[in-house]
């Protein structure tokens, strides 16, 4: 880590004591859900990362929720409620970073996913989540200051025909998680077990184990959602997830670097950018099938297509990221997949495609100008 | 989805994107160009020359660690004209300067090159004195010298390479290039297009600004283009956006309804479908 870098870590932990104090009051703060259901997770810190090409309006509404954006008192900070019916849920909105924005609350998970997930699929504002990649989650959870202490599996059906196989969809660390062991077993041994089997979560300690007061225990999900699952070091979750959001923009300022256009050079406009080479080490079984769901304009994938015959088993697709609204462009075979992001396009997109190929299609999907990128292996 | 129709860009088109991959590193196709270092700079430039004449060729591509540019025109037909032949011969070291960065102390060297495909390079190569890359099914070879022994000795022999994809998706289309292979991309623009101003007042698409948008939206180099070359695309986008809008009521619908803000999947597949009959309705033999 350079001297500079260093400085810049150091300055931003010392600009966030009031944010963490606001978020020790909302955790202390009593609760109004003495007769939460069991297992419910009030009174757990939760920080969901947004990628925002749009910022994020003063009011908006979205499929009966109406969001309202208000001062906190605090610099770069705001307090969002959302609102559905009676149902209220706070949560402080960190804008320190405009397009990696990221929301702090307490509500229960089920109630915060739920408003999370509307706010990105609603693509009007053009919020998407952040992907983290299984690979990068790993790194992400070892950081320095950081140990990975362990990973829950992930599979979905997700690219199964109707009727063939059941849904096992668990992207989620704890709880609803298959281990990668028990998917193996129900899946069998070899190239077809760590095919099924992506980590779809990891959880991370900082500081130390032994004193609950100094130490953060998160549990973070491909999705960009961090839990601090045990300990009361607020300060240690925000550096981790300050720590991730550093990591991930870098990643995805190395992926707009390649994409595809014209850009002034030395006072001359030139083109540049290339393809990103996606490569299935087992081959695509059903291509039609693969094809139709990943543009089915659903999510996770958020793309809509037209497909077309360039040869025999080889096609193009001419897509639009429903996201950004922008075009890219697929050359699929059942070996390999090019992505053709144009400027103008979001570097998240390809994290999105790399993060759900990985997690939904094949953990072993590979596109090494993003995993091998720069950002990717830059020392903390 | 669901489309599947056969996608067959020009054979010019074609030829621009197979040289434009030699420069990428572009999985299952040869990065011959790539190696040694070359990156495509320029695409559709025309290029002043200092003896008055202009040449436009289709790509220009640079490697800095050579300081080495090929100028590349790309022969979809069997002939070269004489007089463009002799044009090119015209192109001098400083004739490249004010479009590409000269590097290295000696300056940038440079060889005039065609591309082409094996089907037609015995006749094409009668006409000319100036080297050539050449596409097979499987294989990419040179013919001539580049004036840079690296390359000469790199291209003398073909580059076999099973199971080559042709990289369809760099250059989108040209001017020139027929209905059904310029109509994806309109289709696409207009989506693009419309979903971009939602929710202001009006969308003007009859409008020359829109159809200078909709170019910048679906044409990765509409920026870097010669003037020339960008306002015949933007002619060509203009009058296949009004055929499709005036002849296509149900398109018009949909485009204006995602304009509203209404592109939920439902939308988008309904868009899918009429995209699919259109491109259908103006394939080869259809119209």
């Known amino acids: 880590m350079t001297a500079q870098a260093m400085d810049g870590r150091l300055r931003r932990a010392r600009a966030r004591p009031e944010l963490a104090n606001a978020l020790e009051d909302m955790i202390l703060r009593p609760k109004n859900g003495e007769g939460c259901p069991r297992g419910s997770r009030q009174g757990e810190l939760k920080t969901y990362m947004l990628e925002s090409n749009g910022g994020f309006p003063s009011r908006l509404e979205s499929d009966g929720m109406l969001c309202e954006v208000e001062d906190a008192g605090l610099d770069r900070v705001k307090i969002m409620r959302a609102r559905r019916g009676k149902d209220s849920t706070e949560f402080f909105l960190d804008m320190e970073d405009e397009r990696f924005l990221r929301l702090h609350t307490v509500a229960r998970a089920e109630d915060a996913d739920r408003i999370v997930d509307a706010l990105v699929r609603d693509g009007r504002h053009m919020f998407d989540n952040v992907w983290f990649h299984p690979a990068m989650l790993k790194r992400l959870a070892d950081k320095q200051g950081s140990s990975f202490r362990s990973s829950g599996a992930a599979c979905s059906d997700r690219f199964l025909r109707s009727g063939e196989g059941r849904r096992e969809d668990a992207d989620s660390p704890s709880g609803g998680g298959l281990p990668a062991k028990k998917i193996r077993d129900s899946a069998g041994s070899g190239r077809h077990a760590g095919r099924a089997a992506a980590r779809g979560g990891a959880r991370s300690m900082r500081g130390s184990g032994t004193d609950p007061c100094g130490s953060a225990r998160d549990g973070t999900r491909g999705a960009g959602y961090f839990a601090a699952k045990r300990g009361k070091s607020v300060q240690d979750h925000l550096r981790l997830v300050d720590a991730c959001k550093v990591e991930y923009s870098r990643t995805i300022a190395y992926i707009e670097s390649l994409r595809i256009g014209t850009s002034e050079i030395e006072g001359k406009m030139r083109v540049a950018g290339g393809p990103f080479n996606f490569v299935f080490p087992d081959s695509i079984e059903d291509l039609d099938l693969f094809i139709d769901r990943m543009f089915n304009s659903d999510m996770p994938f958020n793309l809509w297509g037209m497909k077309f015959a360039i040869d025999e088993g080889y096609f193009k697709i001419m897509a639009i990221d429903l996201h950004a609204n922008r075009p890219i462009d697929f050359e699929i075979t059942k070996d390999f997949m090019r992505v053709y992001l144009f400027k103008g396009g979001c570097g998240n997109t390809l994290l999105r495609i790399l993060a759900n190929l990985q997690l939904h299609y094949d953990a072993n999907a590979m596109c090494r100008q993003i995993t091998d990128s720069p950002s990717g292996n830059a020392p903390d | ?287």
């Open chain 2, 1 to 287: 989805m669901g489309i599947g129709r056969q996608y067959k860009a020009s054979t010019h088109t074609r030829l621009i994107n197979m040289f434009v991959g030699l420069c990428a590193k572009t999985e299952s196709w040869p990065h011959v160009l790539f190696d040694p270092g070359y990156r495509v700079e320029l695409v559709e430039r025309t290029i002043n020359m200092q003896s008055g004449s202009k040449i436009s060729p289709d790509v220009v591509a640079v490697s800095e660690d050579l300081s080495h540019a090929i100028v590349a025109d790309c022969k979809s037909g069997n002939n070269v004209s004489a007089e463009q032949d002799e044009r090119y011969g015209k192109l001098k070291p400083g004739d490249l300067a004010h479009y590409v960065a000269v590097r290295g102390p000696g300056g940038l060297k440079h060889a005039v090159c065609y591309v082409d495909s094996s089907a037609n390079h015995d006749r094409l190569a009668r006409h000319t004195r100036f080297p050539f890359i050449t596409f097979g099914p499987n294989f990419v070879e040179g013919h001539g010298s580049f004036g840079q022994p690296q390359i000469d000795k790199k291209l003398s022999v073909p580059t076999v390479q099973e199971g080559m994809r042709v990289p369809d998706s760099f250059y989108p289309f040209a001017p020139d290039d027929e209905d059904d292979e310029v109509a994806p991309h309109v289709l696409r623009g207009l989506v693009l297009y419309v979903a971009e101003r939602k929710g202001k007042a009006r969308h003007p698409i009859a409008d020359r600004g829109a159809h200078e948008r909709i170019l910048e939206l679906v044409h990765p180099h509409a920026g870097a283009m010669s003037s020339r070359h960008r306002t015949r695309l933007v002619d060509r986008i203009k009058k296949m956006t009004n055929m499709l809008l005036s002849n296509e009521q149900d398109l018009r619908e949909l485009v204006h309804g995602i304009g509203r803000g209404e592109e939920g999947t439902a939308t988008m597949q309904d868009f899918s479908t009429a995209c699919a009959r259109l491109i259908k309705e103006h394939s080869h033999g259809n119209k």
